[in-house]
């Protein structure tokens, strides 16, 4: 019989397609789309590390088109090794990362190898909604832990603590969050940390943006309990190359070398262009610049959009982000429903947003605006179109 | 409690990784290895299109960098739908084709979208190593259908309708094969294809190799049973960048857009880089002179590795490929175990093969032998150290 697994159905297209396809629709009707609902950067890499890409593409070699060793080629693992030293003060050994086809394939390939049906995992609300169908694919149940804006969207411990049963096997943090642009604060890492070593439980740590922080530092809970640490990392963010899908996980060997394995069935290998030219650029003497100078745009234009917010939406609720590409803006004195008033927003007045209904269950009210994909005047030019809307 | 899940231990890494690996310790050890063994191309992309995509490297946009739709960039599905018109007289509509992180992504989303625990699939044996551990963790039962040397390794249609019970789900085909070169010819192509539709059962048909044809004409399944055919693709071998990951699966639209799911979760989106690079190589009008001069040279070189054979090692058996990159040679008249053999040659003369063991239960003295990695005189060299290592 030609028929099909119906555990696929668990499996969800991201919502952000759903809003990406209406765009694409509004922009071929030669409609001016602002666009406040991106995941990605707006500035691409370095030109000198693309310059020298063009470059190693005249060589007539097989060097840089050939498969590589699953787990990724040496020279990026040890560069990603170094890196971790010198921005987290953290030991990782290159045979402690496997590198991935982008941080998707981290989450799938990690959630496949750790979860078993019946595992309950933590996960935050609001969280990043990509976790979620994974979860459901492999048979986990997910326990909430609401964490809210009135408490700075920090974890409490002890909730947690409450939540942890003998069936427990993860929880799930994204620091910097997608999509309050929280970072956990130094006392809630060190906390989760000895739950997590205290109940025998892995955490699962998405530090997709790590570097992308505007105030304070990012934690690095491998600091705190490193045989409990299965990081999620990517380069979609910085270096900028989200479509090029290459990311990392780094952990404890036994399960690293499972998760590669995983990952080697599912690509075979990651891909190859991208990693030769990752390792340039975390090698490169420009790298430390590159990113300090996308951090000072991106931080101009979180001002902005913050300012904007506070003068034309101002009994909008919200936390400064510190850190990711987003603000989470809680509008319930103006409107009940997010989602409605998103696509409302899209299709009617041509700015595009994330409704919070996709992060959350309890923030149904809110909207993620990325801050990252226009320049200063079109920010304040949408967060003023998003006022008229509200009235 | 932090245990993992035993059922990854179902996937397994490929065999030729150890090869790979030994390989890379000779090498930092200063021998020379004749690389026989290698399943990729030796002759990297055309440099106009390498050099097209240095260009597009120095613009200041974000175009090359950013994630694509999740069932790839419809210019890409167009490019196929129109080269698969040229190449097979078959019509695929663009919505028809979701791009993958390449072929072993294709296989990965394919068989975790069509199978069930207890469904039965049918497998040649031999056959690409690479299906077995994915049916295994996908809970497929293999029944095997042997297919030998003297019949050319054609199928017999009668003993495949005889393993076909209800359980069966699927049929694979690798054509042209790799391990053997073989090209399914006209009658069984259309046998299959009857047996599909008359047993309501996928054919999944990798077609891998396609465009890697020295005689005769590569089988377009799709032509007899469109409704029955997923075609697994890849551009690993044409045009020659495996290390990129980009490949396509096409078939009925219901499971097509199943796969796509299956592959946004697993990658989010296929590489941009290699989308864009391939797009321009299919539309580009050196395209069909690019892959003729490639298949001139691995036609001289698979001549060469043949001729070489009969010269020194006059017992062996093998059939002449039509397609792929490989020679099939049974040694059962000079060795009894493959593997061991392999081993040695490897270790003690250091020329890379991939043992028979490897894709078949009863070819056990016999060795898979890529023509495409080395230069006609390194082929012969090689064959002449075979021999040696034989007596």
Known sequence: MRTINNKIDLLKESPTRKIDAIREKLKRENKDIIVFSAGQPSIPPPIEIRELMGKLLKEESMNLYGYTPSQGILELREAISDDLKLLGGIDVNPSNIVITAGGQAAMFSTLATLL??????????????GYKPLLDYNGAKIVRHYVTMEKDFQPNIDDIANIISKKTKAIILVSPDNPTGRIIDHKSAKGLAEIAIDNDIWIINDEAYKTLIYEGEHEFLYKYAPDNIISINTFSKDPSIPGWRLGYVYGPKNV????????????YCPPSFAQHMVTRYLRSDIRLKYIKDVINEYRKRRDVMINAIKKRIPKAKYIIPKGSMFVFVDLKEYINDGEEFSANLLEKYQVASVPGNYFSEKYLSSLRLSFVAEKPERIEKGIEIISKALE
Do not use: A, Q, R, S
């Open 256 to 267: 690293i070398d499972k998760i590669k394995l995983v990952n080697e069935e599912m690509v």
């Open 116 to 129: 078993e049906p019946g595992d309950e995992v933590i996960l935050f609300d609001p969280t990043y909604f």
